[in-house]
């Protein structure tokens, strides 16, 4: 019952920046956290950033200071400002949500960063 709607992803080139944006739906009581993950082909998904509902924020280690999670706890969204892009973020990524010990996941939007 409960939908996620990204949007943001596209291409774009090596230094540039983009906004991803994900918007839950549906019957949701209580959002224990949201977060953004990501999946190149052949590689594993990967976390990218986290954010708890108290506020709390978690980043790999690779997009430490480039990227940024915030979130609308009231709107049920979430955004990641991603900065400084580099061709090894290309990957597909994935909206999150865990309610309690459930993880709710987003279509997947594609981020190629290419010259």
């Known amino acids: 019952q409960v939908q996620l709607v990204e949007s943001g992803g596209g291409l774009v080139q090596p230094g540039g920046s983009l906004r991803l944006s994900c918007t839950a739906s549906g019957s949701i009581f209580s959002i224990n956290a949201m977060g953004w993950y990501r999946q190149a082909p052949g590689k594993q998904r990967e976390l990218v950033a986290r954010?708890?509902?108290?506020?709390?924020?978690n980043y790999a280690d690779s997009v430490k200071g480039r990227f940024t999670i915030s979130r609308d706890n009231a709107k049920n969204t979430v955004d990641l400002q991603m900065n400084s892009l580099k061709p090894e973020d290309t990957a597909v990524y994935y909206c999150?949500?865990?309610?309690?010990?459930?993880?709710?996941w987003g279509q997947g939007t594609q981020v190629t960063v290419s010259s």
């Open positions: 954010i708890t509902s108290g506020g709390s924020t």
């Open positions: 999150n949500l865990h309610v309690r010990v459930t993880d709710y």
